[in-house]
């Protein structure tokens, strides 16, 4: 698959304070980026800077075999769609006049892009109130009519759920498919909803405290050895005991003060039950589970909330 963006030790400072530094991340054309990091650790910073809204303090950013540089890469940055933050209109206005203006700034005059783009997002191409009327929800979903309705080849979506109810997300989750799949487009979506991020990414990539720790297929994701046995139990001295010394295991960790997980794949549930059960070690709860893109996403940060 064809690299359509690239950015080579990409680092922002900001008064004397390094926010983002030496970051990597390879984008291929096509494909679903997820990119997910906790509360401040630079996603932000880091779209700004490939959309030329923030100058980069050193580093690299290539798109569609070109440099990026901020007031210098007009033309390649029209070739990018982009919600950053939260999305600014004129509120006096209606959504349709929104995008006809957006339209004409971007030398894109197309009244047809202006209704097929409303029609994506689920927004009422009759609905003539001024954007000052609309609902959180609704200037979300204008916000990313704006930015797809010149068909970029890249889009760039900073939290594009945000206010939207469940239905309204899983609109927006098959319109980011399609657009992947029918209209050949590339999206860089940041999102703290990782249920959402892991049914739609091809790629995700992991930023924490300004670095980027992880970047990796989904795919290697999902076929990760992630089965695992997990107890939760008010004694876990006692059961770790128990599972070193009578069944030998070493491959498990203590994901809280309760819980273990155990990840040896070839002993059974009844096993440990019975080895607990003999050593009268209470038990809470016993189950086999899966890991998910949230489990692998802490792991990989090592707690902290999401955002």
């Known amino acids: 698959m064809t690299t359509l963006l ?60 070109n440099p990026v540089r901020a007031g210098q890469s007009l033309e390649l940055l029209k070739r990018m769609g982009c919600i950053i933050e939260y999305p600014v209109f004129y509120d006096r206005l209606s959504g349709r006049e929104n995008l006809e203006l957006h339209g ?34 609704m200037k979300q979903r204008l916000g990313i009519a704006r930015a797809m309705m010149t068909r970029p ?40 909803i990782l249920g959402e991020i892991e049914q739609i990414a091809d790629t995700i990539g992991v930023i924490r405290s300004g670095r980027l720790v992880r970047e990796v297929a989904m795919e290697e994701v999902r076929g990760r050895d992630t089965d695992y046995i997990e107890l939760v139990t008010p004694d876990t001295s006692r059961a ?22 155990i990840y040896d794949s070839a002993v059974s549930l009844q096993s440990i039950n019975r080895a607990l059960v003999e050593a009268d070690v209470p038990l809470d709860s016993f189950s086999r589970k899966s890991q998910s893109l949230e489990d692998y996403f802490m792991e990989l940060i090592g707690g902290g909330d999401v955002a």
Do not use: C, W
Not at 248 to 253: A, F, N, P, R, V
């Open 104 to 137: 004409e700034y971007m030398g894109y005059y197309n009244p047809e892009a202006v209704d097929n783009a409303l029609s994506a997002v689920g927004l009422d191409l009759r609905d003539s109130r001024p954007v000052k009327q609309y609902s959180l929800g």
């Open 240 to 261: 770790l005991a128990v599972l070193e010394r009578k069944l030998g295991l070493g491959s498990y960790k203590l994901a809280g003060e309760r819980i273990i997980r």
């Open 6 to 65: 690239r950015t080579d030790r990409l680092s922002k400072t900001f008064d004397g304070k390094e926010a983002v530094k030496d970051i990597s991340m390879t984008i291929r054309q096509g494909e679903i980026y997820g990119f997910l990091g906790p509360n401040g650790a630079g996603k932000t910073t880091v779209m700004k800077m490939i959309t030329g809204l923030v100058r980069p303090s050193a580093g690299e950013i290539e798109f569609l075999g």
């Open 153 to 192: 080849e890249l889009l760039i979506l900073d939290e594009p759920i945000n206010g939207l109810d469940p239905v309204g997300i899983r609109e927006m989750r098959e319109l980011f498919r399609r657009l992947s799949r029918d209209y050949g487009m590339t999206l860089l979506i940041s999102s703290h």
